[in-house]
């Protein structure tokens, strides 16, 4: 093996931890002291999926929170939304896997 190759190999061995996927972060936005009716909550759901092809290629994986985020905020129509809770799951198959996060929350209309 050559020094060049050597080298090479090296720095893709340092560099490639610094190349992984990154997720967009999804900040839960909790009003304080707001005045809503109680006795109106209702159940909102919503979720995001994306796909590891091969375990190397994401396909919508790092957005899925966010996704599913703003897809709960959507339907809550503005809305107070309290009680959020995260589920995440994963399918294997035979090209990749699938994963999935699941936002759970109660709305409650403001008065």
Do not use: H
């Amino acid at each position: 093996m050559t020094v060049w190759a050597k080298r090479f190999l090296l720095g893709a061995l340092v560099i490639s931890p610094l190349l992984g996927c990154v997720g967009v972060p999804v900040l839960l936005r909790i009003a304080e002291n707001v005045q809503y009716d109680a006795t109106k909550g209702r159940p909102l759901s919503a979720s995001g999926c994306g796909f590891m092809l091969g375990g190397f290629i994401p396909i919508r994986v790092n957005s899925r929170q966010s996704r599913a985020y703003s897809l709960l905020v959507s339907l809550a129509q503005g809305d107070y939304v309290v009680d959020i809770a995260v589920q995440e799951s994963w399918t294997y198959s035979f090209v990749g896997s699938s994963y999935c996060t699941r936002f759970t929350a109660t709305a409650y209309p403001r008065q």
